[in-house]
């Protein structure tokens, strides 16, 4: 069973930083394509940032490019988005999800798996 667990969320000022992390378990890790996708109050969830090992893919949102960045540890099976220079706009509960057919160009919320979401605020 497919099991994504999200940390590192918070209340940070405009300007921050913050790293989340996606403890991912059950499957094979470097197979999958695997992200972030937020969802703000009122907003429909948006594909953030995406990323397949099997293909090297990644995938940025043009409002987070320049300012977000994905990795992975895949001995850890846990992936990664810093995120710097924060902006209200950026408020929102994260969600990690992952899925066995889609690569990295596919940040859509077509994914088959997610995690529960934690919550990032950006004080103005």
């Known amino acids: 069973e497919v099991h994504l667990v999200e940390s590192g969320g918070g209340l940070v000022q405009a300007g921050g930083s913050l790293r989340l992390s996606c403890a991912a378990s059950?499957?094979?890790?470097?197979?999958?394509?695997i992200g972030w996708f937020r969802q703000a109050p009122g907003k429909e969830r948006e594909g953030v940032s995406c990323?397949?090992?099997?293909?090297?893919?990644?995938y940025y949102a043009d409002s987070v490019k320049g300012r977000f960045t994905i990795s992975s540890d895949n001995a850890k099976n846990t992936v990664y988005l810093q995120m710097n220079n924060l902006k209200p706009e950026d408020t929102a509960v994260y969600y990690c999800?992952?899925?066995?057919?889609?690569?990295?160009?596919?940040?859509?919320?077509?994914?088959?798996?997610w995690g529960r979401g934690t919550q990032v605020t950006v004080s103005s």
């Open positions: 990323m397949s090992s099997r293909d090297g893919s990644t």
């Open positions: 999800a992952a899925d066995e057919y889609y690569t990295g160009r596919y940040c859509i919320n077509e994914y088959g798996n």
């Open positions: 059950g499957f094979t890790f470097d197979t999958y394509a």
